[in-house]
C-alpha cells in the first residue's frame, strides 16, 4: 500500500478558530488512536484534497511541525453541503496487526462482452467497508467484469479478499450489465404499434 504525507499543525479547539483556518485555506481535523490523546490539527485544504479524491486506499504519514510522525488512515471527511469543500476530517491511528474498519475502493477491470454487444456498464458500488489487519489494508478492491454478458451481475457476496472481511450487505449489487434503453424502448413499443395497424380484415369495404 503506498503511503502519502500529510503535513500538519497543532490547532486550538473552538467553532471560531476553525472558521479562521478555513478562511486561511486550511481544514481542521482530528488525529485519535486507541491510548492516545486525540490531537486537534489543521493541514492546507490543497494537501487533503490529494487524499479524499482518489481511487486508492492509502496509509497516511501524519507529520507534525514538533517533528512527530504517526502513520494512520483517513477516517471520515465532512463536507459543506452547499460548496462540497471538505470542512473536516478525522485520522485514526494505526497499532501494528490491530484489526480496524475502513472504506476501500472498488476497481473495475477487464472487458464485458456485455458492453460490446451494446449493454450498458452500471458500478453501483464504489466503496466498502471492510475490517482487516492494519498490516493488510488493500489499496482496492478489483472485480473482474470480463464475464459479464448483458443480464448479469455481481453482489458483494461474489466478493472474495484473503484477509479481509467484508462488511456491506452480501445482497448489495456492486456491478451490473443492463440493456441499451433504446433497445427497451422499442421492444414495448412494437406491439403498440402493430395494435394501432387496422387489420385487412377490418379495413371498410370502398363504395
Do not use: W
Not at 497516511?60 to 514538533?66: G, Q
Not at 454478458?149 to 484477509?163: A, E, F, K, Q, T
Amino acid at each position: 500500500m503506498t503511503e502519502i504525507v500529510l503535513n500538519a499543525e497543532l490547532r486550538k479547539t473552538g467553532k471560531s478558530v476553525s472558521n479562521r483556518l478555513r478562511m486561511m485555506g486550511k481544514v481542521p481535523g482530528v488525529y485519535y488512536a486507541p491510548g492516545d490523546e486525540p490531537l486537534p490539527i489543521a493541514v492546507k485544504e490543497s494537501e487533503l484534497k490529494n487524499l479524499i479524491y482518489t481511487t486508492e486506499a492509502h496509509i497516511v504519514k501524519l507529520k507534525l511541525e514538533d517533528g512527530k510522525e504517526f502513520q494512520c488512515i483517513l477516517k471520515d471527511v465532512e463536507f459543506d453541503p452547499v460548496t462540497d469543500k471538505p470542512i473536516h476530517f478525522d485520522l485514526y491511528g494505526l497499532k501494528a496487526g490491530a484489526k480496524i474498519t475502513l472504506e476501500v475502493p472498488i476497481v473495475l477491470v477487464g472487458k464485458s462482452p456485455g458492453v460490446e454487444k451494446g449493454g450498458i456498464i452500471e458500478h453501483l458500488l464504489h466503496t466498502v467497508e471492510v475490517e482487516c489487519s492494519s498490516d493488510a489494508i488493500p489499496e482496492h478492491i478489483e472485480v473482474d467484469v470480463s464475464n459479464l454478458d448483458i443480464g448479469d451481475s455481481i453482489h458483494v457476496r461474489d466478493l472474495n479478499v484473503p484477509g479481509v472481511k467484508i462488511l456491506e450487505n452480501e445482497l448489495a449489487v456492486v456491478v451490473a450489465i443492463v440493456p441499451p434503453r433504446g433497445v427497451e424502448i422499442a421492444a414495448e413499443a412494437k406491439p403498440a404499434e402493430e395494435e394501432a395497424q387496422p387489420s385487412a380484415q377490418s379495413k371498410p369495404e370502398s363504395e
